[in-house]
């Protein structure tokens, strides 16, 4: 069974027309990067997926779970999501161990009565992903850095089959980026580990971590393939409709927008 399956899938808001007919399969196994220019639907892809959408037409699938069909919240409790419209939802004042743990409940506060162990695992995880020096830090003092690997720990409280990362990268510092990165690579490596959908403006981020590549153009597919496929100067300067260079260096794909 795939993981996910989109099929004709339209998604129209305030008459704006912002996915259109999306046919989009991922295979269990497959870590997907999504490119695509500012507004080419990429967030809303990604929050039809994670139910925070809803698709008017087409049929949409994940993990087993049929939309409009199946009950919902079950699903939303197998997929984790690191970005920046999650990072906004917290309170400046929580702290690091505590954020990580809302991760279980999939809320932004901790509603419920929880305990020290519970804390204990949030803490654990925070030393297995390396952010272990961020436990008992607030949350708003945090960089963006450290605000993102917090971010990561919380997605994985809970296991997720399915992980979303929408611009993760965004305001890292060059060495942040690669441990990040790194801290994928080694969730790819995890047993039963979650398949990573990963949205980014950088094609070098795309590591050979992932084996599939999704390329966005005006709420379209424009073409979907492995990165040696389409990171290619022809395809990308078609698909940006601007001429690219792109270079290989070390396994890492650099997308230069062509001189004149
Ligand atoms: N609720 C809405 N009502 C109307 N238009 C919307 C709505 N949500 C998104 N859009 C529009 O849909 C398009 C796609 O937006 P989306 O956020 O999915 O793009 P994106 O590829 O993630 O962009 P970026 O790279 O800038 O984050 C944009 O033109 C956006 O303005």
Do not use: C
């Not at 196994?29 to 500012?38: D, F, K, P, R």
């Amino acid at each position: 069974m795939a993981i996910i399956e989109l099929t004709a899938v339209d998604f129209v808001r305030n008459q704006h027309h912002i996915l259109k007919n999306i046919n989009w399969t991922v295979e269990k196994n497959e870590h997907w990067a999504i490119l695509g220019l500012n507004g080419s639907g990429k967030s809303s892809l990604l929050k039809l997926i994670m139910a925070e959408n809803w698709k008017t037409n087409g049929e949409l699938t994940v993990l087993g779970t049929r939309f409009g069909i199946d009950r919902i919240p079950e699903l939303r409790a197998k997929i984790g999501i690191v970005g920046s419209f999650i990072a906004e939802r917290f309170r400046p004042d929580i702290v690091a161990e505590n954020l990580v743990l809302t991760g279980r409940y999939n809320s932004s506060m901790l509603y419920r009565e929880f305990s020290e162990a519970d804390l204990d695992e949030a803490r654990a995880l925070m030393h297995q992903i390396g952010a272990e020096h961020l436990i008992g830090r607030i949350y708003g003092t945090l960089s963006q850095g450290e605000k993102q690997l917090l971010l990561i720990a919380r997605s994985l409280m809970i296991n997720p089959q399915i992980l979303i990362l929408d611009e993760a990268t965004s305001g890292l510092d060059l060495f942040a980026k690669a441990r990040l990165l790194e801290k994928l690579h080694h969730i790819t490596q995890l047993k039963n580990g979650p398949t990573l959908l990963y949205i980014t403006h950088h094609p070098d981020e795309i590591t050979t971590d992932f084996q599939k590549v999704l390329l966005l153009r005006d709420g379209e597919v424009f073409d979907s393939g492995t990165p040696a496929e389409l990171l290619t100067a022809p395809l990308l300067s078609d698909f940006y409709q601007m001429p690219v260079t792109v270079d290989n260096i070390n396994d890492a794909y650099f997308v230069l927008p062509k001189k004149s």
